[in-house]
Each structure stands twice: as structure tokens, then as C-alpha cells.
């Protein structure tokens, strides 16, 4: 199993010129949540976003399900700042979602 290294930018700052396959981080639909102790499992569609249906498999550390449902700015990239931040991201598909569950489960 290989590691995709593509170039994944924090959106903090809107691009001038956007790509369509990065999300918005500001529109977006929660479209599930899986909270097991400390951890948030998030399915999440970002609108406009051509990768996978913007549909993104987001693992949070540390943020609370009503945390997350109140947030108005969701990037699914790893970057610091004010803002939610997961630590782990899952490709949107059944083995995605398995993957997301297996680490959650075994670090909680």
C-alpha cells in the first residue's frame, strides 16, 4: 500500500484563481458524524468540488460533535490556525469509511 503525496494546501486564504478540485471550506453539508470517545469520524460534501463528489472522510481529534455541527469554516486539509483541523482524511468510499473506523478504534 502507497502513500499518495499530491500537494494539499491549507484554504485559509481564498486562491485568486481556485482549483475546482479543492473545496470550498466554507460551503459545505455535514452529511454524517461518528463520534467514539475522543475522536469525530465526519462525512462531509464540499459544493463545487469535483474530487469524489466533494464528499471528503474527515478524522478530528479533541472536537465535539456540536463543535463541529456549529462550524461555518471546514477545511479538510491539515493546517494550524483558528480553526477545526482533522488529522487524518479517508478516501469517501467504503473502504474509506473502514479505514477511518479501525484507526479511530484502535486509538480510543
Avoid: W
Amino acid at each position: 500500500m502507497g502513500l499518495g503525496l499530491g500537494i494539499s494546501t491549507c484554504a485559509c486564504e481564498p486562491a485568486a484563481d481556485p482549483d475546482p478540485r479543492n473545496p470550498d471550506p466554507r460551503v459545505f453539508t455535514i452529511l454524517d458524524i461518528n463520534e467514539i470517545g475522543a475522536y469525530l469520524i465526519a462525512e462531509v460534501q464540499y459544493a463545487g468540488c469535483t474530487n469524489f463528489e466533494g464528499v471528503k472522510i474527515l478524522v478530528f481529534q479533541g472536537v465535539r460533535k456540536k463543535e463541529l455541527e456549529r462550524a461555518s469554516f471546514l477545511d479538510p486539509h491539515f493546517c494550524e490556525g483558528e480553526h477545526l483541523s482533522p488529522f487524518a482524511r479517508f478516501e469517501p468510499t467504503r473502504r474509506g469509511r473502514n479505514a477511518a473506523l479501525t484507526l479511530v478504534l484502535a486509538l480510543a
